[in-house]
């Protein structure tokens, strides 16, 4: 038995070890599955928010820019957060919205500041500072722009802090102070020049002839809006060619020469037209490549789904395997236990059985030992040949034979209760006065011994048996039981 159990165990042991193993290979393999494609999913959300933000789909681009922060914030990495928070201030400011782009800028530079990002740090004060500008707010402007140089300037990024100065060169701008806009557009064009970067030395010059057309400077107005239209050309760029020749056109008209002004300005006119047409072809192929990239990504979803739901179903179909065999292995056990008690309790049956037949068996030797005494004296009192003298002495030795001597009847108590344990105390506990004669009767009684038979085993007539029995009844009667067995049945129960 004990060593079915063992065995019942160790199966159980090792089943269990098996499905924990098999669970933990699952979720492991899960959740690589699941890492690897929230990255992808992750750069594909970014490259697609770029490339709307560069057609001009801001809208679009929001949208899965927002999608990108969700996942990056979910991942806890800070730095990326943090340029991705100054990405989303962009297009927010874009779709002219003000509030939530200045809580991109905010929270992105808390965090580029926390983990050492001087570079992001200055670009969302460069920001911060376009979007105070823009509602006249020029002290805070200035406040932001000026820390954004001093960051690009300590770690020496020529390009962004072009940028910088152009933007302070703005902010005087449109506050009408024009000499120091100048002075700040002409450092921009020297970080630009330092750098060799035409885009930006277009831009910087077309910010410089705006202003010296403001001051009435025509002649370095004319020069530095031709000089814009030179690098305008030079990077081949149709936005900045436009922008280009809308200065030049602009500048001709501040001093009253209309041809030349038309005549750029039809050139800008026939720009921005080409532009239109190729956007929207650019837009329309965007938006196949992008419908084939969200097919595309529909597709290997649904392939994801249709493993994870076999996964799953075979997880599901294993645990219920498991819980069929705990469930039968309970009751396995259950079903060997209740053998094992059972078994047991007949042992302890069987061992009461033969006490009880060992004290049954040595009543009845002592019974035909004292019989055997006392057919030997009957006999002796039928033999004429014995003296008077004889014969009154075995009447005496009839008469004076006990079978339970005090002695014995002691022993015999002794034996009676461990059969009977309660037997004597409940005859105490009924408050009836019982005397050791009437006691005896109700032992013999309860052996299940005749009138006859009790008067053998006591020694005394049947006339006395019944006399004591009878007086016995009468004591118990007055006591509410109809009868002697009645009374034993009440001890017993």
Request: charged fraction near 25%; aromatic fraction near 10%.
């Amino acid at each position: 038995m004990l060593k079915m159990n063992k065995v019942n165990s160790l199966i159980f042991l090792f089943l269990v070890l098996l499905s924990a193993v098999s669970c933990n290979d699952e979720s492991n393999g899960s959740f690589a599955k699941k890492s690897y494609s929230a990255k992808d999913e992750l750069t594909n959300f970014r490259t697609l928010g770029d490339q709307q933000w560069h057609l001009g789909n801001y809208q679009e681009a929001l949208k899965y820019f927002t999608k990108a922060y969700k996942k990056i914030k979910a991942s806890g990495d800070e730095k990326e957060t943090a340029t991705l928070l100054n990405s989303l201030g962009l297009v927010h400011w874009r779709l002219e919205n003000n509030v939530a782009a200045m809580e991109c800028y905010n929270e992105s530079a808390t965090l580029a500041e926390k983990n050492g990002m001087k570079r992001l740090l200055g670009l969302t004060h460069t920001n911060r500072a376009l979007i105070l500008k823009e509602q006249r707010n020029f002290e805070g402007a200035f406040s932001q722009n000026n820390e954004a140089i001093r960051l690009f300037s300590e770690i020496d990024k020529p390009k962004d802090l072009a940028v910088a100065y152009n933007n302070q060169g703005q902010i005087y701008r449109y506050s009408g102070a024009y000499d120091e806009a100048l002075k700040f557009y002409l450092l921009s064009l020297q970080q630009c020049e330092k750098i060799n970067d035409t885009e930006a030395k277009a831009i910087a010059y077309q910010n410089i002839s705006n202003i010296y057309a403001k001051k009435g400077n025509k002649e370095k107005a004319l020069d530095t809006g031709r000089k814009c239209l030179k690098f305008s050309y030079e990077v081949k760029s149709k936005v900045r060619i436009s922008e280009g020749l809308n200065e030049l056109s602009h500048t001709y008209e501040v001093f009253k020469m209309k041809d030349s002004a038309l005549h750029y300005f039809k050139k800008h006119y026939e720009v921005e037209k080409s532009l239109m047409k190729a956007n929207q072809s650019k837009i329309l192929s965007q938006y196949q490549a992008n419908l084939g990239i969200e097919v595309k990504n529909l597709r290997i979803k649904n392939l994801q789904n249709e493993k994870e739901i076999a996964n799953e179903r075979l997880m599901f179909v294993g645990a219920c395997f498991m819980i069929i065999l705990l469930i039968s292995a309970f009751f396995i056990y259950r079903y060997l236990s209740v053998i094992k008690f059972k078994k047991k309790q007949l042992e302890m049956e069987l061992e009461n059985s033969n006490h009880l037949i060992q004290v049954k068996e040595e009543d009845l030797k002592t019974y035909i030992i004292d019989l055997t005494h006392k057919n030997n004296i009957i006999s002796k009192l039928q033999n004429p040949d014995k003296a008077i003298k004889d014969i009154e002495y075995d009447v005496s030795e009839l008469l004076e034979q006990k079978i339970f001597t005090d002695d014995g009847w002691d022993k015999f108590k002794k034996r009676f209760s461990e059969i009977y344990p309660d037997f004597f105390s409940k005859i105490r506990q009924s408050g009836i006065p019982v005397t050791e004669a009437e006691v005896r009767i109700l032992v013999l009684m309860t052996l299940k011994l005749n009138g006859n038979e009790m008067a053998n085993s006591l020694g005394i007539s049947p006339q006395s048996a019944r006399a004591c029995k009878m007086r016995l009844k009468k004591k118990l009667q007055l006591n509410n039981y109809e009868s002697v067995e009645a009374y034993l049945q009440y001890i017993f129960n």
